[in-house]
């Protein structure tokens, strides 16, 4: 008799349970690879912080890497086009009308045309870029890491307005929030605890508000806007729900090391320095809560067939299901996954920190 039948009698025997793990769940199929930086010999920093974006239209998914370059590839794998920008791309383009907007570290925020590849303009904000870029209202919207939200004509690439809080003095969490939209309001964070609404159209604050609790780092991390509400994460340890028109705080958790949240599926998912939380948005009471388990925040959860997707660094891209945080599988990509996934009709795309993208079908 095999090891493997006796091990499987022995589990069928009266009394006695199989200390087998149970087989992993086929939650996603690695359609195909490509490898799209080339390896460098003796290379420390690998890290791919950006992620991809997917034209709804055509399929194509588009991705900047660390070495500068806008990759644009088909459904099938094949390689649209090639863009190189100055400096590397350290957050997800923008697909809107046609045209892909991306920033760079190198402090330029480019509008590129999907179907050829080509330039239409480029703006030169001279700070390094780090948000994904947001279109509203005919306006490009993008976060530098210096505390400067600007807008960008997005038929011109002119300069039309731009928001800055002074950055903070001593260290500061790297990153950047995220511009969120909505109406005719526009959300940015800063490094010095504030959050502010803006009009879309000038700039003009409407309202500017300190969230962040007294700290070392009071960094706002992360917006989020879903039922109503916007949310915000704060590092020195807050998650907090907003009223959008006024600023005014409709509720607070203490939560330290808050860095990374987003709306996903009627739960406002959290992500700190060592777990996964899901919050309820009337009252940000935790549903679950799941720990990271060797990785790190790394980028905003997002919703992936019918699990919820984190980036956790070297911990890879965690699958978890939405309705009890338990976590169900885990991609790592081969040096870990820093960027976030893009997710269209069933297909997946996320770029792992060797710099090679995966496509992923998510039944």
């Keep these: 008799m095999t090891s493997a039948a006796l091990l499987l009698l022995l589990a069928a025997a009266p009394g006695l349970q199989s200390e087998l793990p ?7 199929e690695i359609v195909w690879r490509r490898p799209l930086v080339a390896q460098e010999l003796g290379a420390f920093q690998t890290l791919e912080p950006g992620g991809p974006a997917i034209d709804p239209a055509s399929g194509t998914v588009v991705v900047g890497t660390r ?3 806008l990759h ?22 923008t697909i809107d009308g046609g045209v892909v907007y991306a920033g760079s570290s190198g402090g330029v925020l480019y509008a590129v045309d999907l179907a050829t590849g080509k330039a239409r303009w480029r703006y030169d904000a001279k700070e390094e870029l780090g948000t994904r870029p947001v279109v509203a209202r005919g306006l490009v919207l993008v976060a530098s890491l210096e505390d400067t939200l600007l807008a960008v004509d997005a038929q011109s690439g002119a300069w039309r307005w731009h928001h800055r809080r002074e950055k903070r003095e001593g260290f500061t969490i790297r990153g950047a929030a995220g511009v969120v939209a909505s109406g005719d309001l526009a959300f940015a964070a800063y490094s010095d605890g504030f959050v502010a609404g803006l009009e879309v159209a000038t700039g003009k604050p409407r309202w500017e508000r300190k969230v962040a609790p007294d700290g070392k780092y009071v960094d706002v991390d992360s917006l989020a806007f879903g039922a109503g509400k916007l949310f915000a994460a704060a590092y020195s340890g807050a998650v907090l729900a907003l009223a959008p028109d006024t600023g005014k705080e409709l509720w607070r958790l203490p939560l330290p090391d808050a860095t990374r949240l987003a709306w996903v599926g009627g739960t406002l998912v959290v992500v700190t320095t060592g777990a996964i939380k899901g919050l ?3 009252a940000g009471a935790v549903l679950w809560e799941t720990p990271i388990g060797g990785g790190s925040p790394a980028s905003a959860p997002v919703a992936a067939g019918r699990w919820l997707a984190v980036s956790t660094g070297p911990g890879g891209l965690q699958f978890l299901d ?6 169900v599988r885990v991609l790592d990509g081969g040096q870990g996954i820093d960027g976030s996934i893009a997710v269209l009709r069933g297909r997946g795309y996320v770029l792992a920190n060797a710099g090679t993208l995966f496509a992923l079908d998510l039944p």
Excluded: H, K
């Design 22 to 28: 149970a087989a992993p769940r086929q939650i996603f």
């Design 67 to 69: 070495d500068g370059w």
């Design 72 to 93: 644009a590839l088909r459904p099938d794998g094949s390689v649209a086009w090639e863009f190189q920008g100055a400096g590397s791309f350290g957050a997800p383009p």
């Design 280 to 282: 309820s948005p009337d």
């Design 322 to 327: 939405p309705a009890t945080g338990r976590l």
